[in-house]
């Protein structure tokens, strides 16, 4: 019996792209694998604070020397990590936001990379400890990014991503792309089409 942590990330709701594709991500999975237990998390409906100085403070404050206070500061971030760290396999869904990720994925990430928790330093290395999880990001994108695209090379969104799990240990990351989705509906179509047969095809082997 696996555990999938499936996170929603689109600051739209029923007319986000990203949301649909990982919703069918998802079910052709269940259908698979009915044992698998499914959490689910919506950034819009559970923003995620920005880091401040306090935050800081506490993070990199010793397990036995925080005060109540700073246990308190760090408790949204702990039942990230917790999470996180929990699952087997993660479904991210993201829309590409000016070239990278919206802001509250952004946050996302910033409460989830956390030292002693999901990395630590030995002998001035860093080690993630988010090891032996697969990762896979659905993203939507307005335009596209291909090779001869006016925006090849624009991508950040990707490498914003891939670096920040990898950071964490994490090795095992896919992405599907809908690149495209407001070119037009020809565009789109073609898009949707290409990302939902990758969504099959990763399903049957992942
Ligand atoms: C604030 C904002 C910024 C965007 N920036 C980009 C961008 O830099 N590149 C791009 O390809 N599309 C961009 N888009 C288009 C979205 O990525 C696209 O519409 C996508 O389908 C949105 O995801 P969603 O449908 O899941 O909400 C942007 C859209 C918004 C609202």
């Not at 992405?175 to 070119?183: E, V």
Request: charged share 25%; hydrophobic share 35%; aromatic share 10%.
């Amino acid at each position: 019996m696996g555990n999938i942590l499936h996170i929603d990330s689109s600051p739209r709701g029923d007319r986000s792209n990203s949301r649909k594709l990982a919703k069918e991500f998802i079910a052709a999975w269940q259908e698979q694998h009915p044992d698998d237990v499914i959490s689910y998390r919506d950034l819009r409906q559970t923003p995620v604070p920005h880091v401040t100085e306090d935050w800081i403070v506490a993070c990199f404050t010793p397990p036995e020397a925080l005060t109540s206070e700073m246990t308190e500061l760090l408790k949204f971030s702990d039942e990230l990590v917790d999470e996180f760290l929990a699952a087997d396999r993660c479904v991210f869904s993201v829309p590409m936001y000016n070239f990278s990720i919206p802001s509250n994925f952004k946050g996302y990430i910033d409460q989830v990379i956390r030292v002693g928790r999901t990395f630590t330093e030995e002998d001035g290395q860093v080690k993630g400890l988010a090891n032996g999880k697969k990762v896979l990001f659905i993203t939507s994108r307005g335009v596209e990014y291909g090779a001869g695209s006016p925006y090849e090379g624009w991508d950040c969104q990707e490498p914003a991503l891939r670096y920040a799990f990898q950071f964490m240990g994490v090795t095992d990351i896919e992405f599907i792309h809908a690149n495209g989705l407001d070119m037009g509906d020809e565009v789109r179509k073609r898009a949707l089409d290409k990302a939902q047969s990758e969504i099959q095809e990763l399903v049957n082997s992942w």
